[in-house]
């Protein structure tokens, strides 16, 4: 008995510390940068986007609650 209950004292302690350590000052996450496109390649994009054939509207499924009121309404 005394033995599971060490062993679940050193969990229960391991895991208190990892919460309570700080890790927002002791380590400091390093920003991305963005990458800026030059105005040439950015018109660029622009115009082939505004090319591009449009999307075709996809079918929507019916919702349960518009089937209902369709029976409803005895259609």
Do not use: F, H, N, W
Request: proline share 1%; aromatic share 2%.
């Amino acid at each position: 008995m005394s033995l599971l209950s060490d062993l679940v004292e050193g969990v229960v302690d391991g895991a208190l510390k990892d919460i309570l350590r700080k890790s927002s000052s002791t380590s400091k996450r390093t920003r991305r940068r963005k990458r800026t496109a030059s105005s040439g390649s950015a018109t660029l994009r622009q115009i082939e986007k505004l090319l591009r054939p449009a999307k075709k509207q996809t079918s929507r499924k019916r919702t349960t609650r518009a089937r209902s009121k369709v029976r409803r309404r005895g259609y």
